[in-house]
């Protein structure tokens, strides 16, 4: 089993850039999350798909963030343009049905210079 | 809507003594609870859950955590610590009446420093 898969795990990048952001869930997963993680607010979810469909993202900070899952192994979290704010730790999990635990990666560690 | 309250920011134990990491929870109908640690580094890893049934649930680790309803609590306890347990634990909790959510809320997490 090899767990939630999270590209890259480090990226350091200037103001302004458009950063992406990777995950490959648990294989026969039907859930997805993607959370952000920062000393001042905590673990923060930012949207959730179920099938490769969108459900909630109301906890997207603003328009310059989007997520897409074209298909059930792979997700994108694309910020654009970044800001030095945007600095956190990306979590991507994934759940199989409705009663179960998240499985999380281990993050991408972003800092925007 | 739900919430999770963990009230202590950092727990202190010595090795061997027994341990516990308070968690209180609000959710509107019936809940689904779970603990997770994090280590350094490394994103959270689940330890456990309550969905249903005995109120004492013991998890990975010799972990284990006790419902209780009235309280509105599940705390998580370990008769006896050891420096490896030392990490950052976060309680988290689902409404399981509510068919609009399958959201997680998460607690804003206690650190457990065990001291040998």
């Known amino acids: 089993d090899a767990g939630v898969i999270q590209s890259p795990r480090h990226e350091v990048t200037e103001m302004g850039q458009e950063v992406t952001l990777r995950c490959k869930p648990i294989s026969g997963h039907d859930y997805l999350f993607w959370y952000r993680q920062t000393m001042m607010r905590g673990l923060e979810l930012l949207i959730y798909f179920n099938n490769n469909v969108p459900i909630d993202d109301s906890g997207m900070p603003e328009d310059r963030f989007s997520a897409k899952m074209p298909n059930a192994s792979f997700s994108t979290l694309k910020i654009q343009p970044s800001e030095p704010r945007d600095s956190a730790v990306y979590f991507c999990?994934?759940?199989?049905?409705?009663?179960?635990?998240?499985?999380f990666g281990d993050g991408t560690r972003l800092s925007i210079l | 809507a739900q919430s999770v309250a963990q009230p202590e920011d950092q727990v202190n134990v010595a090795e061997g003594n027994p341990l516990t990491v308070k968690c209180t929870y609000s959710?509107?109908?019936?809940?689904?609870l779970f603990w997770y640690v994090q280590y350094p580094n490394r994103g959270l890893q689940f330890l456990l859950k309550?969905?249903?049934?005995?109120?004492l649930v013991k998890g990975s680790y010799g972990f284990e955590a006790e419902f209780n309803k009235s309280q509105t609590s599940f705390h998580l306890k370990k008769p006896s610590a050891l420096v490896s347990d030392s990490a950052l634990y976060f309680c988290a909790v689902r409404d399981m009446n509510n068919n609009a959510g399958n959201m997680l809320t998460f607690g804003g997490g206690t650190r457990l420093m065990v001291k040998p």
């Open positions: 309550y969905i249903t049934g005995d109120n």
């Open positions: 959710v509107s109908g019936n809940p689904y």
């Open positions: 999990a994934s759940r199989f049905g409705g009663n179960q635990p998240q499985h």
